[in-house]
């Protein structure tokens, strides 16, 4: 079957503007989550869906936000990019959510330039 | 700071030998996992132990988990130079179990 699809792999903006990311999860998998990963901090978690709704969030600013439709798509948006916002951007899927085994996407590098 | 965090912070090996990393983590846990990581890609979830659990086996992987410890290791048995990547230990900081909380990473290199 197939895994959890990001989209587009690689994305150069420029600061202040806009980015949209998208993530398809495994095919009945419920729950999305976001994972910001840089050199720096790590993997650091931004927030995470289910069944359209928001059940958690990270400590990111409001520039961070997100949303899932009703086929589990999720996607991430970033406004007023900054220098740095350049990271990895990963999506991970599970079936619940809870205490399931998350399925990665491939991520999405971001560069703001 | 972390909830988890991975020691050795990079670990290099020869071939065939055996690889130790270690997860400590301050805050009770209801599950904890290890993944996989090459270089600039997702994640690979290797295993999920339980807070009930002392031990899981998969293929080459062992992991116990020591919860009066707060700590967990992951041993990769007869090293491949394939297994050269670096490994993450994740905590579940809530009762939904998502809010997953990742350390910063063991670098494994396998030197053929």
């Known amino acids: 079957k197939a895994g959890v699809t990001q989209t587009p792999r690689y994305l150069i903006k420029t600061r202040g503007q806009q980015v949209t990311l998208s993530c398809s999860p495994i095919?009945?998998?419920?729950?999305v989550s976001w994972y910001q990963q840089t050199p720096g901090q790590g993997l650091q978690f931004l927030f995470e869906?289910?069944?359209?709704?928001?059940?958690n969030k990270g400590n990111f600013p409001g520039r961070f936000s997100g949303r899932q439709f009703s086929n589990s798509r999720s996607e991430m948006n970033v406004s007023t990019l900054e220098l740095g916002d350049s990271a990895l951007y990963l999506c991970?899927?599970?079936?619940?959510?809870?205490?399931?085994?998350?399925?990665f996407g491939s991520g999405t590098r971001l560069t703001v330039v | 700071s972390q909830q988890g965090e991975e020691d050795p912070q990079a670990l290099s090996i020869q071939e065939g030998e055996n690889a130790t990393m270690n997860c400590s983590y301050k805050?009770?846990?209801?599950?904890l996992q290890w993944y996989r990581q090459n270089s600039g890609r997702g994640l690979v979830h290797l295993i999920l132990?339980?807070?009930?659990?002392r031990e899981k086996h998969s293929g080459r992987l062992r992991v116990t988990l020591d919860t009066s410890k707060k700590s967990s290791s992951l041993l990769i048995t007869a090293s491949r130079a394939a297994d050269t990547a670096s490994y993450f230990c994740?905590?579940?900081?809530?009762?939904?179990?998502?809010?997953?909380?990742f350390g910063p990473g063991t670098r494994l290199s396998v030197l053929p």
């Open positions: 991970a899927s599970s079936l619940r959510g809870q205490g399931d085994g998350y399925t």
């Open positions: 095919s009945g998998h419920r729950s």
């Open positions: 869906y289910f069944s359209e709704t928001q059940r």
């Open positions: 805050t009770s846990i209801n599950n």
């Open positions: 132990i339980r807070s009930n659990e």
């Open positions: 994740a905590t579940d900081v809530n009762n939904y179990g998502q809010n997953f909380v």
